[in-house]
């Protein structure tokens, strides 16, 4: 694989043109994945509620590589924040806009080190500009650490190949097998990313397989010390999954279309459909969940499409030497090809193909910038790529900061409903109140009131015994829930109890307070 690299020294590979672009990268991001976070998003879905709750978990003592379905990881880092600054929707956000932000250094250095200083800046800049990072990056999802350990890895593997001494080689080769372990602590799709490594491992053994044994003498202990630290690090991830392989795969069975279809034929169908879609979708309309993307905006601004499209194509006619991009790239999009959960493209299972998808045009647009002999054909292209560049940047702006805040759609599927519910249950702490609402949206309820407790039952058990409560003196509040009895519920609370509604900017009912009539 030496003969992909450009092989250099460390001082020659970073030097201050590298520090002022990475300065620019990440003070461009921070600020587009910080800016109001404290405000936007508005809410907290119980999937980014339930990390919070497993964090306060392994705070109190219970340490697990996995919470329920949740990879520990992120659980840990979200521990790591509440400690300094407490429990929070803010507290949760900045975990993930941390780790995207860092993402985008990584990032640079990982596609400088394989294509060079403008193609990795260009890849950085559509990065931190990217609505569909910025987004992942705000959310509180534990999968925004792939991008970030897949490009920490390949970098530190590059300092790998390009390490010169036998000490040197055994620290790399170890930081390299501790990363790759770590990884399987971050989103179950880095199985697939996984997948990818043993792939590429084949295809380069074969390529050079008459140099196999020198390498192996070569490089003995080194690989020896590799996975040795790798065994150590996935060992508990291992045990886990050994002992409690339904609560691992749990979530993955819930969406996989291998358990939800019979018949090969009529899987195979729904693959190839469905990864067509997700393809296509990354360039015209993209996640419709506003937790997952600005809804319905493509994952790639739309004007980089046929750089995109003609650096994918350069990269297949040298796919010797990008072999490694191009399996990642189509591998780490399986996870949303073969889920059966909403409309494609699910861009949060996609999030494997960040770095890849905008190291593709950004190839182009650094061969428009390189090549151009002529003055008025390099000025040209130069303002030609600043133009694009520049219009990137302010879509991704737009898309988040000013289309989302201002939809109804953004709102609903952030659940910008339950923070109120949970001010107010705050500031009235001394009356009697019992929460009404299904077990999934009380996560976020049961995060945000931490560590105030407040008596909580479900539809079906209120419903249940109506008799029960309507003798006793309590205060309902009643958020949207997801439970079938809902409407029951609010039916019956309305002709038995006095009710108080609360709206929320878009004139819907935020959440209800129903007490009993005097």
């Not at 600054?85 to 394989?114: C, D, E, P, R």
């Not at 792939?199 to 020198?214: D, E, N, P, Q, S």
């Not at 690989?223 to 060992?235: E, K, N, R």
Request: glycine share 6%; hydrophobic share 50%.
């Amino acid at each position: 694989m030496r003969e992909m690299l450009s092989l250099h020294n460390f001082k020659n590979f970073f030097d201050r043109h590298d520090i002022l672009i990475l300065c620019f990268l990440f003070l461009l991001g921070g600020v587009l994945r910080f800016l109001f976070i404290a405000d936007i998003p508005c809410g907290i879905f119980p999937d980014q509620a339930s990390h919070g709750l497993d964090a306060l978990r392994f705070s109190h003592g219970h340490i697990s590589p996995v919470y329920g379905t949740n990879e520990g990881l992120f659980i840990y880092l979200v521990a790591l924040s509440h400690f300094f600054f407490g429990t929070g929707m803010w507290q949760l956000f900045v975990v993930s806009a941390g780790i995207g932000t860092a993402t985008i250094a990584t990032t640079y250095l990982a596609v400088k080190a394989y294509f060079g200083r403008k193609t990795a800046s260009i890849t950085g800049f559509l990065l931190a500009v990217s609505s569909w990072h910025i987004a992942l990056s705000r959310n509180g999802f534990r999968a925004i650490l792939i991008p970030f350990i897949i490009t920490l890895l390949v970098f530190f593997f590059h300092k790998l190949l390009t390490a010169i001494t036998e000490k040197q080689r055994i620290k790399y080769y170890s930081l390299v097998g501790f990363i790759f372990a770590l990884g399987f602590y971050t989103y179950n799709a880095y199985v697939l990313f996984a997948v990818a490594v043993f792939l590429l491992t084949i295809f380069y053994g074969i390529l050079h397989r008459k140099k196999i044994g020198l390498y192996i003498r070569t490089n003995k202990k080194p690989l020896i010390a590799a996975l040795a630290v790798f065994c150590v690090v996935i060992l508990p991830l291992v045990l886990f999954i050994v002992l409690f392989p339904s609560k691992y795969f749990g979530r993955a069975s819930q969406v996989s279309i291998f358990t939800q279809m019979n018949g090969a034929a009529n899987i195979a169908a729904f693959i190839i459909h469905n990864f067509w879609d997700t393809f296509i979708g990354i360039f015209t309309q993209g996640d419709l969940n506003w937790r997952h993307n600005p809804a319905g905006k493509p994952l790639l601004f739309p004007l980089l499409t046929p750089f995109f499209a003609s650096g994918l194509i350069y990269a297949f006619f040298r796919w010797k030497k990008y072999a490694p991009l191009l399996i990642i790239f189509f591998m780490m999009m399986i996870p949303a090809a073969i889920t059966k959960d909403g409309v494609p493209p699910h861009s949060l299972r996609l999030i494997g193909i960040i770095p890849a998808v905008f190291i593709f045009p950004a190839i182009t647009l650094a061969y428009l910038l390189e090549y151009p002999k002529s003055k008025a054909l390099k000025i040209g292209s130069t303002v030609l790529v600043g133009v694009i560049l520049a219009a990137a940047a302010w879509s991704g702006y737009r898309d988040y900061f000013g289309v989302a805040p201002v939809s109804q759609h953004y709102y609903d599927d952030f659940r910008c409903d339950l923070p109120k519910a949970a001010s107010y249950l705050r500031q009235h702490n001394g009356e009697n109140f019992i929460i009404i609402s299904d077990n999934f949206s009380y996560q976020s309820l049961k995060y945000l009131l931490y560590p105030v407790q407040v008596g909580y039952i479900t539809p079906e058990v209120f419903l249940a015994s109506t008799r029960k409560w309507l003798d006793e003196e309590y205060a309902f509040v009643v958020p949207f829930s997801y439970s079938e009895k809902y409407e029951e519920m609010l039916k019956f609370l309305r002709q038995h109890y006095k009710a108080e509604f609360f709206t929320g900017p878009f004139g819907g009912v935020d959440f209800s307070i129903f007490r009993s009539k005097p």
